[in-house]
């Protein structure tokens, strides 16, 4: 198993700003994945933080508005650049478990409120 | 490609059952499920990786049939810890841990 710890747990943002969120690991991993999730909605991954290269973005994420840092192998974080309120969603950090196939961990997640 | 669910919501009474499908019109490597209550984290129940395997832990089970391109997950007399919102995720070959979820099923379990 494993534990995620996210920063901030929620927060109120005004259009134009930029946030960054933290996700810390109790563990080494090698891929980190950033997940959003609309209200009322399903998961959608944003992007696959490597260590050691650039993150991999899935269709429709760019890293001008997404860019990702992982500087070692039990951090990450993802920043929501220019916010507009389309962008209110709850962030959320995953990580699998052992191996390329395996549960995912998710963090508690950080709900943004852009007004 | 989002694999879909059906249904999308599901009122049961305690002690009911429950099926919850998931299909996709791409082949399937694996499928995972997941549960998540309101404000909380989703939170892995199972892994079926190959067709027709099925799993189960408690009376939650599951089956995945590979040529059918679905899987099902069976909740049996179901408790009212049970409610919260079900996806299915499918992983796609090759890219490891990188999983699409459905849309969801909420299910509320009533006393």
């Known amino acids: 198993s494993a534990v995620i710890s996210q920063k901030p747990s929620r927060d109120i943002c005004q259009r134009g700003t930029s946030l960054t969120i933290q996700c810390q690991v109790d563990?080494?991993?090698?891929?980190m994945f950033w997940y959003r999730q609309q209200p009322g909605q399903s998961l959608t991954l944003i992007a696959t933080?490597?260590?050691?290269?650039?993150?991999?973005?899935e269709s429709g994420f760019v890293i001008d508005k997404f860019p990702i840092s992982r500087p070692n192998l039990t951090f990450s974080t993802l920043t929501v650049s220019n916010m507009s309120p389309e962008d209110s969603s709850i962030y959320l950090c995953?990580?699998?478990?052992?191996?390329?196939?395996?549960?995912?961990?998710f963090g508690e997640g950080s709900r943004l409120t852009v007004l | 490609q989002q694999p879909v669910q059906s249904p999308q919501a599901v009122i049961l009474r305690e002690g009911e059952d429950a099926v919850i499908n998931c299909s996709s019109s791409?082949?399937?490597?694996?499928v995972h499920w997941y549960r998540q209550k309101h404000g909380e984290a989703p939170v892995f129940l199972m892994i079926?990786?190959?067709?027709?395997e099925q799993k189960g832990h408690d009376k939650i089970s599951a089956s995945f049939n590979e040529k059918k391109q679905q899987s099902s997950l069976y909740l049996t007399a179901s408790q009212l810890s049970y409610s919260g919102t079900y996806f299915c995720?499918?992983?796609?070959?090759?890219?490891?841990?990188?999983?699409?979820f459905g849309q969801g099923t909420e299910l509320s379990v009533k006393p």
């Open positions: 995953s990580v699998p478990t052992s191996g390329a196939t395996g549960e995912l961990f």
């Open positions: 563990s080494q991993v090698t891929m």
């Open positions: 933080a490597n260590q050691g290269s650039e993150a991999t973005y």
């Open positions: 791409k082949a399937l490597y694996s």
């Open positions: 079926l990786l190959k067709g027709g």
């Open positions: 995720g499918t992983e796609r070959p090759n890219q490891g841990g990188k999983l699409i």
